[in-house]
C-alpha cells in the first residue's frame, strides 16, 4: 500500500477536510508511487491568512536571524538528500545520480542565496546632486518585502526550482504559498519535510497541493497573494498573467532554444555539446536546444557527427542512470510523436530513431528539416531534435527570431566578432557562445522574453523581483 502524503498548514501536517486525495503514478513503471492532499478553498484561505499573521513577525527579524533557519534547512537536505533524490527518481523519471545532484546544487542555490541576501545594502541620495536641489535632503532606499509569495514550480526540476522561489523570498523578508506541480508534489513535500525540521516559524510556509480546477484560479486571484513566481507552460502562464491582474509576476515559461553553427565551428565539439544540451533528462527541460539551424556547407558531417553520438546514448530506466528515460507521462510522448509524425510526413529525414515504447521516445534526429512543420516551432519537451539547413547568418537568424519563444539560444563558431555580432541581433533572454543552452549557474540572470516569460530570475534578481524599494526621505534643518 503506497503512502498518503499530508500538506503543511500553519506548522501542522494535516490531511485536508476535502476527504479527497490525488494519485502519482510513476512515469516508468506506471504503478502509484503515492497520494497527496485535494485541499479545499476554505485550506488555501486559512494558509494565507496564516501566511500573513506569520510575515509581519519574520519580517521584523535582522536577514542574519532569517539566514540561521535557512542554513539549518541546508543541513537537513543535505542529511535527506538521498531519500529526497529516491523520490524525485520515482516520482518524475530522472536518473537517480542526476537527482542526487539536483539536491546538491539546490543546498548550494540557499547557500548562495544567503550569502547574496547579506551582502545586498541600501543606497543613499543626496539632495543637491540634482540641479536647484537642496542639501538639506537626503533619501535612504531600502528593499522591504512584498508579503506572501505564491510560488508554484514545476515538475522537472521539483526541488531545485522550488527553492529557487523559496529561498530568496523568505531571506528577503516574505512568506510563501507554496503550490508544487502536482507530478512533482511528493518531492515538494520531502523538500518542505526538511525547511519543517530547521525549526521555520509556523506558517511562514504554507504548501498546498490540489486541483488546479478547485484551487488554481482561486490562489492565483486572492487578494491576499503579492506575489506571483512562476514556472511552466506558456499557455499557463498566459493563463495566470490573465487571472492575477496588478499581482506582480515573475514567470518563466517554454523554450525553442536554437543552436546556429557557422561554417567555421569546431564541428566535433559542438556535436558534443548540442547533444548533451538537446537530450539530457529526455529534453524534458526548458532550456534544452530544441533545433539547429546549420550552415548547409557543414551540415552533412555536422549530421553524421549527431548520428554517431545519439546512437551512444543511453536508453532505458532512471533507475539505471539512463540518459533517456520515459517521458512524464503519455500525454507528452504522444505529443512528442505527432510532431515526428508531421514532420515526416512532410519528408523530413529520419537520420536515427522514432521508436517508442509507451512513454519511452529513443532519441530521434531529424534532418531537413523546414519552416512549414510543426517541430520547427513548436517546444516538445522530449527527445526529438530538428536539423534546419540555413543559407546563411541572416537566415539563421531570421528563422531564430520568427520563434514565438526567446528564452536562450547558442551560436558556435571561431570568428568572436562574428558571434557577438549574432549574438547582439539574436532575440532571446540570454545568449551562449560555444556553448550549450543550459539554466546555470544559479547566480546568473535568467530571463526570458516573449513567450517565454518575464522577469528575471537568478538568485540576486529573484531577492529584488520579491522585495520593493522604499525611500525614507531626511530633511535636515540647521
Not at 547566480?443 to 522577469?455: N, T
Amino acid at each position: 500500500m503506497t503512502k498518503t502524503y499530508t500538506f503543511l498548514l500553519n506548522g501542522e501536517w494535516r490531511e485536508s477536510g476535502s476527504n479527497e486525495t490525488i494519485s502519482i503514478p510513476c512515469p516508468y513503471t506506471q504503478e502509484e508511487i503515492g497520494k497527496v492532499q485535494a485541499i479545499t478553498r476554505d485550506e488555501v484561505d486559512e494558509a494565507i491568512k496564516g501566511a500573513e499573521a506569520a510575515q509581519k513577525a519574520w519580517a521584523t527579524l535582522s536577514i542574519r536571524d532569517r539566514a540561521s533557519y535557512l542554513y539549518k534547512w541546508i543541513d537537513e537536505l543535505l542529511a535527506m538528500k538521498e531519500e529526497i533524490a529516491e523520490v524525485i527518481m520515482k516520482e518524475v523519471g530522472k536518473g537517480y545520480n542526476d537527482a542526487v545532484k539536483e539536491v546538491e546544487r539546490t543546498a548550494d542555490l540557499v547557500r548562495y542565496a544567503i550569502e547574496e541576501g547579506v551582502h545586498m545594502n541600501g543606497e543613499s541620495m543626496l539632495g543637491d546632486s540634482f540641479p536647484g536641489g537642496s542639501k538639506s535632503k537626503m533619501a535612504m532606499i531600502s528593499r522591504v518585502p512584498l508579503g506572501v509569495i505564491l510560488a508554484i514550480s514545476p515538475f522537472n526540476y521539483p526541488v531545485n526550482l522550488a527553492a529557487a522561489k523559496i529561498a530568496p523570498a523568505l531571506l528577503a523578508g516574505n512568506a510563501v504559498i507554496f503550490k508544487p506541480a502536482t507530478q512533482g508534489a511528493i518531492s515538494g513535500v520531502k523538500m518542505i519535510e526538511a525547511l519543517h525540521k530547521a525549526g521555520l516559524p509556523s506558517g511562514l510556509l504554507n504548501l498546498v497541493t490540489g486541483r488546479g480546477s478547485v484551487i488554481g484560479d482561486y490562489l492565483v486571484e486572492h487578494k491576499g497573494i503579492d506575489m506571483i513566481s512562476f514556472t511552466g507552460g506558456t499557455e499557463t502562464g498566459y493563463h495566470i498573467a490573465s487571472k492575477a491582474k496588478m499581482v506582480p509576476l515573475v514567470m518563466e515559461l517554454g523554450g525553442k532554444d536554437p543552436a546556429i553553427v557557422r561554417e567555421d565551428a569546431d564541428l566535433s565539439f559542438v556535436a558534443n555539446q548540442i547533444i548533451s544540451g538537446a537530450y539530457s533528462y529526455s529534453g524534458q527541460r526548458c532550456t534544452a536546444i530544441k533545433r539547429v539551424l546549420v550552415n548547409e556547407n557543414v551540415a552533412d558531417e555536422l549530421v553524421t557527427l549527431l548520428k554517431t553520438e545519439v546512437e551512444k546514448l543511453s536508453v532505458g530506466s532512471p533507475e539505471e542512470n539512463k540518459t533517456i528515460v520515459p517521458l512524464i507521462d503519455t500525454k507528452s510522448a504522444d505529443f512528442v510523436q505527432g510532431l515526428i509524425d508531421d514532420a515526416l510526413t512532410q519528408h523530413a529525414t529520419l537520420v536515427t530513431g522514432n521508436k517508442r515504447e509507451g512513454n519511452l521516445i529513443y532519441p530521434t534526429l531529424l534532418d531537413n528539416v523546414t519552416t512549414d512543420m510543426r517541430v520547427a516551432w513548436e517546444e516538445p519537451f522530449g527527445p526529438v531534435l530538428p536539423i534546419i539547413r540555413v543559407k546563411s547568418d541572416e537566415e539563421a537568424i531570421e528563422i531564430a527570431n520568427k520563434s514565438d519563444f526567446g528564452l536562450q539560444a547558442s551560436v558556435f563558431t571561431k570568428d568572436i566578432n562574428k558571434a557577438f555580432s549574432i549574438a547582439n541581433k539574436i532575440e532571446t533572454g540570454s545568449v551562449q557562445i560555444n556553448g550549450r543552452t543550459e539554466r546555470g549557474p544559479d547566480h546568473f540572470p535568467f530571463i526570458g522574453i516573449k513567450a517565454s516569460g518575464m522577469g528575471a530570475q537568478g538568485i540576486r534578481r529573484s531577492i529584488e523581483s520579491m522585495t520593493r524599494e522604499k525611500v525614507t526621505i531626511v530633511n535636515i534643518t540647521e
